[in-house]
């Protein structure tokens, strides 16, 4: 068993203009939990966000939701992780993906930004051994296309095939919060 996570940040840009947006797939996905699991999301200035504290079975794990806009999203992982002493190792960030199909969803540790600038934000603030949920969004095809794609809302299919990626991700909480990785990223990287 590896190492339990105890902060999942959900990366987006705050504003009811960016609500349906792919690029705010993180903040789906933290939304889903605090949902299922009956969380409420405060405003918390100390931590540049809104977050909310879940009890998921016998673990308690802390959901953020950086305020900061998607370029500065790790300032707001940093403090909330640094005041309560939250090691990198244990802090999962959910985010979207043009590198993988609209619907796919993979979990991984460490690695590049691969150009996503919350991510890099993130490294920047944390450094890169942090887990990733990376929600598949798709490509536009083209890299000049990339800004408005990622900040413009899915097609009804592609909403439909996110949504259920995220309740896949979603399903397989409990197992990430007990550090059981190997076991969900199987059940999420098979289709």
Not at 81 to 94: D, G, H, K, R, S
């Amino acid at each position: 068993m590896g190492t339990p996570i105890r902060l999942i940040v959900g990366l987006g840009n705050p504003g009811s203009q960016y609500d349906k947006t792919r690029h705010n797939a993180g903040f789906w996905f933290v939304d889903e939990l605090a949902r299922r699991y009956s969380g409420k999301f405060a405003v918390e200035k100390r931590f540049s966000g809104e977050a909310c504290k879940l009890q998921v079975g016998s673990a308690t794990v802390w959901l953020l939701k950086p305020m900061t806009f998607m370029n500065r999203s790790g300032l707001a992982v940093k403090q909330l992780a640094q005041f309560y002493q939250i090691p990198v190792e244990q802090i999962l960030v959910a985010h979207d993906e043009l590198d993988i199909d609209a619907g796919d969803v993979r979990l991984k540790q460490a690695g590049g930004h691969g150009g996503h600038n919350g991510l890099r934000d993130c490294h920047a603030h944390l450094g890169a051994d942090y887990w990733r949920l990376r929600l598949g969004v798709g490509h536009p095809g083209d890299r000049s296309k990339v800004v408005d794609y990622v900040l413009s809302r899915p097609s009804l299919d592609d909403e439909i095939v996110i949504s259920r990626a995220i309740d896949k991700a979603a399903d397989q909480i409990e197992l990430i919060l007990q550090g059981d990785m190997q076991k969900a990223m199987n059940a999420l990287h098979t289709k």
